[in-house]
């Protein structure tokens, strides 16, 4: 068999393909798994990807406690980043030992041979000098220099070592490309644009990635490379998103369709930093973001920007949800819209900051005092988080209410291939000014008849005098009153108008539905990719199961009862003890809810999800 034929033999064609990239926190597992990303996602893959990295500022290099990783999933109807991955990179002992559990049996680890030296297993805490023997591993493993061969690319450069080793990333980012037949000049790309301004490095980088790619062919022969699938998708201009990016441009599309400007008011904060960080570069479109000193500063600073006319928002994750609670009541009661982003982390207290978890439901439903009704929203996804970002936002605009969007670390942090809208695709915010014809007389709570909504009154305008506070107010003057009939009837209309919103929400969707089946599982906000994954696994093997993930908590989708009363079993998988079961099964004491937990700081696996439904009876 001559030679092509051969290499012919070597290609396997898969529907979708895992990648774990994993190394210390200083090796840029990060960068090299974003770049993957986007390039795949630029050939019409469809991906997800899910950051791992220690909640320690900077473990001991080279030590278990250290380890970052990186997994992706490309190809053809991805969902979840793949409970397994199909390659391990590996940059030292510490990312074998910790990362080779999540390889697939007959997948295929790549280390750097350089890093595995005696230093380096005691750091890991190998006993032996041979960790692949050690740790029992049978997959196909392919040692590389990658330390050498970086040094050797760099030789000329004038670099100094703690440079040059800085570019390890890369050279298997190269390597990578050649395994998976991505264009080497499209990742060149994205390290010019992310070293613009430092030349030297860009040229010293891709310099390296050459290298990498190259030593691939020169290894063609003892490993397998992979051709993937694509979707076929909508045509468009196509970029691989992060949730939290998304999030931002979510808000910059409903201030420019409200015709109202955004501003933000944050403390930065893991894992919702990012949003503040784009937003903050925005000042081209008209963009306020504010740093504040603390939680407390920033929500209040979004509570008086909405009083002057913005749109005010506010990005957190669960402890500065606490923080602002007290707040969120003066904008309930002011009857604001306000938009409170929060990234949801594993808690309690500072809990586990670059983890995740849905633990702050209760939090966002009832973490305020008194009789605080407010709307409840959560995206299914990165890319879901624009949409959801601008729906809250109209939301809060159109019903005068704030808003919390429940994001969590694992879709903000995560990435998707988003299609840029194109204009048009996103309706125009109504936004409740004063009417004309009620401009005289007019008093702070005069509402819209059909949504109950306070009409918005921007400071400064004729007959519109007015202020407000957290102290409650009479229904007809708007001054401060302790009335108690008054109070009662105020506490009615607040809650009815949030009660309302469900007259203006999509009705729930339920997916992989037929006439035969008798199961329903539940989720919401970002365990979608992993349930539908499991959903349709489950169809495959002959289980009837049927999917609602909701995006509207509360309200609730007016046809939820429906849905619910309709299955036999109605089993909510959610990563916490159960909260959102409970709320479902408040209001729907007539449904048994079975329920599905997790609450270890990661996301589902497709594997428990699928093993829990076939258990439960």
């Not at 920007?305 to 669960?318: M, Q, R, Y």
């Not at 093997?541 to 009363?565: C, D, M, S, W």
């Amino acid at each position: 068999m001559d030679n092509t034929n051969q290499q012919c033999r070597r290609v396997r064609p898969m529907e979708k393909v895992a990648v774990r990239f994993s190394g210390d926190s200083g090796d840029g597992m990060q960068l090299a798994g974003n770049i993957f990303t986007n390039v795949s996602a630029g050939l019409g893959n469809s991906v997800s990807t899910f950051p791992d990295y220690p909640a320690e500022i900077r473990a001991p290099q080279g030590s278990l406690g250290g380890v970052s990783g990186f997994q992706v999933s490309v190809g053809s109807g991805v969902h979840t980043p793949g409970d397994e991955c199909d390659v391990l990179v590996a940059m030292n002992p510490a990312a074998l030992k910790q990362s080779y559990k999540f390889l697939k049996p007959g997948g295929v680890i790549i280390i750097d041979i350089d890093s595995f030296k005696e230093d380096g297993l005691k750091k890991a805490k190998f006993e032996t000098s041979d960790p692949i023997a050690e740790l029992g591993i049978t997959a196909q493993v392919v040692e590389v220099p990658v330390t050498a061969m970086t040094k050797a690319a760099l030789a000329d450069s004038g670099m100094d070592n703690k440079a040059i080793l800085k570019c390890r990333n890369i050279f298997t980012l190269g390597l990578l490309c050649w395994l998976f037949d991505r264009p080497e000049e499209s990742a060149r790309k994205m390290l010019q644009e992310k070293f613009a301004k430092k030349p030297a490095v860009y040229e010293a980088n891709a310099k390296v990635l050459r290298a990498g790619y190259d030593y691939g062919h020169n290894i063609h022969a003892s490993v397998s490379t992979y051709r993937i699938d694509t979707d076929e998708i909508r045509p468009g201009v196509y970029t691989d998103i992060k949730g939290n990016e998304a999030t931002a441009w979510g808000l910059i599309m409903a201030s420019e369709k409200s015709g109202r400007p955004l501003f933000l008011g944050s403390y930065p904060i893991t894992p919702a930093t990012d949003i503040l960080h784009e937003l903050a570069k925005r000042k081209d479109l008209g963009v306020k973001a504010c740093q504040m000193e603390d939680e407390i500063a920033g929500v209040c600073s979004a509570i008086g920007a909405s009083f002057s006319g913005s749109l005010g928002v506010t990005s957190t994750s669960g402890p500065g949800l606490a923080l602002k609670g007290e707040a969120i009541g003066l904008a309930v009661m002011a009857e604001l819209p306000l938009v409170v982003i929060d990234v949801q982390r594993g808690g309690p207290s500072t809990g586990l900051p670059t983890k995740t978890e849905q633990t702050d439901l209760n939090q966002a439903l009832y973490g305020r005092n008194g009789e605080s009704p407010l709307a409840v929203v959560a995206p299914l996804s990165p890319t879901d988080c624009f949409d959801m970002a601008f729906e809250a936002s109209r939301i809060a605009v159109e019903h005068m209410t704030p808003v919390i969007l429940l994001s969590d670390a694992f879709i903000g942090n995560g990435s998707s291939a988003w299609r840029i809208p194109e204009a048009g695709e996103y309706p125009e915010i109504r936004v409740p000014y004063v009417p004309e014809d009620k401009r005289e007389g007019w008093r702070p709570y005069m509402r819209d008849p059909e949504t109950l909504s306070r009409y918005w009154a921007i400071p400064g305008r004729d007959k519109l005098t007015h202020r407000l506070g957290g102290l409650e107010k009479d229904i007809n003057t708007g001054a401060i009153s302790t009335d108690p009939a008054n109070h009662a009837r105020m506490v009615e209309i607040r809650s009815e108008k949030v009660a309302r919103i469900a007259n203006d929400i999509p009705l729930q969707e339920v997916l992989c539905d037929s006439p035969e089946t008798d199961t329903l599982l539940v989720g919401w906000g970002g365990t979608f990719g992993h349930l539908y994954t499991a959903a349709e696994e489950l169809n495959r093997e002959g289980h009837k199961v049927a999917l609602a993930q909701f995006r509207y908590i509360n309200p609730l989708p007016a046809n939820t009862a429906e849905i619910l009363r309709r299955f036999r079993r109605v089993i909510v998988a959610e990563l916490n003890t159960g909260q959102f079961a409970d709320y479902l099964q408040a209001r729907f004491p007539d449904v048994e809810i079975r329920r599905i937990n997790k609450v270890e700081g990661q996301p589902f696996l497709v594997h428990e999800i699928v093993e829990a439904v076939k258990n439960l009876k």
